[in-house]
């Protein structure tokens, strides 16, 4: 899954969340969802992050 859209299934898992009549069982579900979802973000951040590091040493250069 991109960045893109796993940054957007998390704002709408964020939007159910915000519903106070949700079952347990599916305030889980999307809690355990979105706690995958966003270690997915971090990873592509982190790897963007490096990415932008290598470019910048190389125009250090």
């Known amino acids: 899954m991109k960045f893109e859209e796993a940054y957007k299934r998390l704002n709408e898992i964020s939007a159910e969340m915000d519903n106070k009549d949700l079952p347990l069982e599916k305030a889980v ?4 969802e979105a706690a995958r979802l966003a270690e997915a973000c971090r990873e592509d951040i982190e790897a963007a992050k490096l990415e932008i590091e290598k470019i910048d040493n190389i125009g250090a250069v």
């Open 29 to 32: 579900a999307l809690y355990s």
